[in-house]
């Protein structure tokens, strides 16, 4: 359902055009100066009496959800299986078929973090072998996190140029039965960076190619990733530092853009906790709240 906006002098004759319009269970979505105009704007749905849940659409904009995506969830008749059926793709570590799993997304997204935690997780639950190699060798730093990591977790462990990764996975071949690949964010403006990318991720083959995005990125930067993404044949999304934002909005919004199925949740910076798989049903609950 499309939202209609209504105009007048005042806020007052706006809803009361909206009331003759819709009726009085009209819902108000926004009320707003008209843009180039001294007029009212008010931006309403109409609804029958106990169409929705008082407060659903509230919670879902709040989130940062697109407004259309928003009506369509909160106007269904069973939202939280409405939001589920959107969401409930997944796509996880499926070890030992996947044995090469490589991370792409922005700078600062989180992924070495993410793929740490991912690699203790295979040691945990499989007792595989893991390899940790870092495509970025220009980020100061790199090198001595990959030291701790390889310390705290028992990995094997090398930064090197993308031309190196086949030397290098073959040599691994005989000790490591889990290779995780980690990139340098990249500008997804710049198509040589892009290129650069496509490059990595031709070297490596992974099975699962992750894309990583951070839940508090800039929606229309994090829409941008989410075309690459989806151009390099990313598997599925994997979203970083949820305890870091109360707004869960764009994993749903870069979902329903790329078509890509989900994956992980992360959050924290303890290497041991803070991976989850991404359940449909833990975001309905956060992304629906008490209105589910």
């Known amino acids: ?7 007048a002098a005042t806020t007052h004759e706006a809803l009361a055009l909206v009331s003759r319009e819709f009726g009085p269970d009209a819902l108000i979505l926004e009320t707003r100066r008209a843009p180039a105009s001294r007029h009212v704007e008010v931006l309403a ?3 029958s009496r106990g ?11 709040a989130h940062g959800v ?8 909160a106007l269904s008749p069973h939202p939280a299986q409405a939001l589920g059926a959107r969401l409930g793709r997944l796509r996880l570590l499926d070890w030992p078929r996947d044995r090469r799993v490589m991370a792409v997304g922005p700078t600062g997204a989180g992924k070495t973090t993410a793929l740490a935690k991912l690699a203790a997780r295979a040691r945990s639950a499989h007792g595989c072998r893991v390899g940790l190699v870092n495509l970025d060798t220009v980020r100061p730093g790199a090198q001595e996190q990959g030291r701790i990591l390889a310390r705290l977790l028992d ?10 990764l086949p030397g290098l996975l073959e040599e691994w071949g005989g000790r490591v039965d889990l290779v995780l690949a980690d990139t340098p964010g990249r500008n997804p403006r710049l198509p040589e960076q892009c290129e650069q990318l496509e490059a990595m991720v031709a070297s490596f083959s992974p099975q699962l190619l992750l894309g990583v995005i951070p839940v508090t ?3 229309q930067d994090a829409l941008r990733w989410g075309e690459v993404l989806r151009d390099l044949g990313c598997s599925a999304l994997l979203f970083t530092k949820l305890d870091e934002s109360e707004r869960w909005g764009l994993v749903l919004e870069m979902v329903a853009k790329t078509g890509l199925p989900l994956s992980y949740l992360t959050s924290s910076q303890d290497l041991w906790e803070g991976l989850e798989p991404a359940a449909p049903e833990v975001l309905a609950r956060r992304l629906l709240g008490e209105a589910a």
């Not at 359902?1 to 105009?7: C, G, I, T």
């Not at 169409?51 to 904009?61: C, Q, R």
């Not at 697109?66 to 969830?73: F, H, I, N, R, T």
């Open 51 to 61: 169409s929705w849940e008082p407060g659903l659409l509230p919670a879902l904009l």
């Open 155 to 164: 990995l094997e462990i090398a930064t090197c140029e993308p031309a190196r």
């Open 66 to 73: 697109d407004l259309s995506l928003a009506l369509e969830l």
């Open 45 to 47: 749905v109409p609804a």
């Open 1 to 7: 359902m499309q939202a209609r906006a209504f105009r």
């Open 217 to 219: 990125m800039d929606r």
